[in-house]
């Protein structure tokens, strides 16, 4: 089982800036991708942004250019700098990591999520 462990969030004002972590852990043989979702309050979750392994990026249109993903593959570890926030990014923010792990069997993972609050 891979597990994800974040951190990074917080409260801060608007116009401010977080970068959130992300490490994972456990037997993982390789890492297909590496994301970031959030869920504000009664909305779905949604794609923030995520990084391949070709380090290949994308983005939410809401957050291009103001926020940049990056990925350690040695570290396991997926990092989201996210500058110029505004209220509306307020949300919990989830990590995700796909790849294979024990036996080369594929996994999905999730974060246990942490609070951004941006503050108008």
């Known amino acids: 089982q891979v597990r994800l462990v974040e951190s990074g969030g917080g409260l801060v004002q608007s116009g401010g800036s977080l970068r959130l972590s992300c490490a994972a852990s456990?037997?993982?043989?390789?890492?297909?991708?590496m994301g970031w979702y959030r869920q504000a309050p009664g909305k779905e979750r949604e794609l923030v942004a995520i990084?391949?392994?070709?380090?290949?990026?994308n983005y939410a249109d809401s957050v291009k250019g103001r926020f940049t993903i990056s990925g350690d593959t040695v570290k396991n570890t997926v990092y989201l700098q996210m500058n110029s926030l505004l209220p509306e990014d307020t949300a919990i923010y989830y990590c995700?990591?796909?790849?294979?792990?024990?036996?080369?069997?594929?996994?999905?993972?999730w974060g246990q999520g942490t609070q951004v609050t941006v503050s108008s």
């Open positions: 456990g037997i993982i043989y390789s890492i297909n991708n």
């Open positions: 995700y990591v796909a790849g294979r792990g024990r036996d080369y069997n594929g996994f999905q993972s």
């Open positions: 990084i391949t392994t070709g380090s290949s990026t």
